[in-house]
């Protein structure tokens, strides 16, 4: 049987994927003062066992100020990268590959936690112990009414938040990541610079296409000549903000090209992330695969690697996907909360086998035996 798009592996520099299917980067909100814990070793652990080819673990702040809550991972000191160490040996000892998230919340950074609320810290939020702190941004506009105002950054803030995302580069090395991603998306600060509705700067980062795209690509360069030639470099983007006077898709094919030369190998197409209803996009009407035409346009627009992620979550249609040329990779973020083993059902889908060979060994020898007991009793598997 012909091995299914969805499993055959995928070459990356010097990384080599398993299998096409992603884990996406997926804030949980349950660190301290930007330390990992035991729950993220368990969280992120349970995917690579699950067979996941690629464990992003979630958005992980280069500064303190970047943080978009107080329970928010972060890498600017090496506390953060020696907790965050034993997660990646983990996700690769199960034969996946580790890749961090890199980002900075900008306007949208000192909010609540998503499940206290997602919105601006409130009185109850400090009572609690939370604390709020001052947001940086593009230009002094809040992102909603009743949000923090972010200050204006200076050139020296913009060399500050670029040496950031450099050292964090370097510490996800040391820690043992195989590769990064800049979080380029969702209204946080790279983005804010990209869109005309946070960015309104009438200096040479401000106004044209070009300014606008000016600081983030300053970020992506540096982390990309501050990376081993060997590992790759992803980003993330919004295609299009859904918002009119907004960042629109031609805006993201002319930002795809600049990425790919200055050498990230991967864009990781998402969408929205403008709008007060909803952190990311959670505001739209939203259907299966529904940014997968971003990936696909991109892709055969720009010749770039892409990422597909958003509402997909049956085997049948990331096979699908792959096969048409919509996109290299498949992300999936709520979907593997659900089932943390879905890349192992949906193997047994698309390839069915007539054992559990290809499940992890602990798992493999208990389930043939459960699925003996299953047939003998005339039951179906």
Excluded at 83 to 101: N, R
Excluded at 222 to 233: I, Q
Excluded at 288 to 301: G, H
Aim: net charge neutral.
């Amino acid at each position: 049987m012909k091995t299914p798009a969805l499993f055959s592996p995928l070459s990356l520099r010097d990384v080599t994927l398993p299998n096409r299917i992603v884990v996406s980067p997926m804030c949980m909100y349950s660190a301290r003062d930007g330390v990992a814990d035991d729950f993220h070793l368990a969280h992120y652990g349970k995917f690579a066992i699950g067979g996941a080819g690629l464990v992003f673990v979630e958005a992980t702040g280069v500064t303190a100020q970047g943080r978009i809550t107080n329970g928010c991972l972060g890498l600017w000191n090496d506390e953060q990268a020696q907790a965050l160490a034993p997660i990646a040996a983990l996700i690769k000892q199960q034969g996946s590959v580790a890749g961090i998230q890199l980002g900075h919340g900008g306007r949208k950074a000192s909010t609540q936690r998503a499940f206290d609320g997602s919105g601006p810290l409130g009185d109850a939020d400090i009572a609690r112990g939370e604390k709020r702190w001052q947001v940086i941004g593009p230009s002094p506009i809040a992102f909603a009414p009743g949000w923090l105002t972010p200050r204006e950054m200076t050139r020296a803030d913009m060399d500050d938040v670029r040496d950031a995302f450099v050292r964090a580069a370097g510490r996800a090395v040391a820690a043992g990541f195989q590769l990064v991603e800049l979080h380029m998306a969702h209204g946080y600060l790279l983005q804010s610079f990209l869109t005309p509705l946070a960015n309104q700067r009438r200096d040479g980062y401000g106004g044209a296409l070009e300014n606008r795209m000016r600081f983030p690509l300053e970020v992506a360069e540096a982390v990309r000549r501050s990376l081993p030639d060997g590992m790759p470099l992803f980003a993330r983007i919004s295609a299009v903000d859904w918002v009119e006077g907004g960042w629109q898709m031609p805006d993201s094919i002319v930002l795809a090209r600049a990425l790919q030369r200055i050498g990230v190998d991967v864009v990781d197409c998402s969408s929205g992330g403008n709008l007060a209803q909803g952190a990311t996009n959670s505001n739209l009407a939203r259907g299966p695969a529904f940014q997968a035409p971003f990936a696909r346009e991109i892709r055969s627009a720009v010749g770039i690697k892409t990422q597909a992620v958003g509402l997909i979550r049956d085997a049948a249609l990331a096979e699908k996907l792959l096969a048409e040329g919509s996109a290299d990779l498949i992300a999936l973020g709520r979907q593997m909360l659900y089932d943390p083993f879905w890349v192992l059902h949906a193997r047994r889908e698309l390839a069915p086998l007539d054992d559990f060979a290809d499940w992890p060994a602990p798992y493999g020898w208990w389930l043939e035996k459960w699925a003996r007991g299953l047939a003998g009793a005339g039951e179906r598997v």
